[in-house]
């Protein structure tokens, strides 16, 4: 059965503390591995997609790299503005293109 | 362009009462999933399509149908509402192609609260 486990599930930083967040999956053959945003009262909003253990791909001050077992998602120098909660999915090659979703991670920015 | 709309954005049911969730997208996108979110649960798939016409089970199907007579709108419907259906509802779509760019394009919710 797929499993994805996201770690901590909140986290507080202060303005410009880096830090990195956990995504651990075991699926059956990944097909994709993403990461969302979510603010409070409103849909998940799309960040990034990974395939293969090895890649990574950043958008501003957030990283994401993957492993054949986990995914981080690293916070470089954060603000109050990246407050939100940190979704990560799995994507298996048999599941119909559903994903598979963590329960997140909901991290504080204080100034 | 709007994306993912759903409608109505909240909802308050009695016990056994039955209602449609409409979800509509503009983007051509192929497949739709319905999800729900629970304090502590997560998203979990309820129902989805990879074509008009066409419905699958996900991991919580139980007390749920859809339809997918159109490609553009995904009907998610209640027949006798519990207590245990109050949550978040979330529509989303994709397509094959552009998941690697784009992601799954999700609507801003419903809140339904059943009493």
């Known amino acids: 059965e797929d499993q994805v486990t996201q770690s901590p599930e909140a986290l507080r930083l202060q303005e410009g503390e880096s830090s990195s967040l956990n995504c651990s999956y075991t699926?059956?053959?990944?097909?994709?591995l993403f990461w969302y945003r979510q603010d409070p009262g409103k849909g998940p909003e799309f960040l990034f997609t990974?395939?293969?253990a090895g890649e990574e791909k950043e958008k501003e001050r957030l990283k994401a790299t993957l492993t054949k077992k986990e995914s981080f998602l690293h916070i470089t120098a954060p603000k109050p503005e990246d407050s939100a909660t940190y979704l990560c999915?799995?994507?298996?090659?048999?599941?119909?293109?559903?994903?598979?979703f963590g329960k997140g991670t909901s991290l504080l920015v204080t100034p | 362009n709007a994306g993912v709309t759903q409608t109505p954005k909240f909802r308050v049911l009695k016990t056994g009462q039955s209602m449609t969730l409409l979800c509509a997208q503009d983007?051509?996108?192929?497949?739709m999933y319905w999800y729900r979110q629970d304090p502590g649960m997560g998203l979990r798939l309820i129902h989805y399509?990879?074509?008009?016409?066409?419905?699958a089970k996900g991991e919580v199907p139980d007390g749920y149908n859809v339809s997918r007579l159109k490609k553009q709108n995904f009907l998610l419907g209640l027949e006798s509402a519990a207590p245990s259906q109050t949550s978040v509802y979330f529509c989303?779509?994709?397509?094959?192609?552009?998941?690697?760019?784009?992601?799954?394009?999700f609507g801003s919710g419903t809140r339904l609260t059943v009493v």
């Open positions: 699926v059956s053959g990944l097909r994709g």
């Open positions: 999915a799995v994507q298996a090659r048999n599941s119909g293109y559903a994903l598979n």
């Open positions: 989303a779509s994709s397509t094959l192609t552009g998941t690697a760019n784009y992601g799954y394009t």
């Open positions: 990974l395939y293969s």
């Open positions: 983007m051509n996108h192929e497949y």
């Open positions: 399509s990879v074509g008009e016409g066409t419905t």
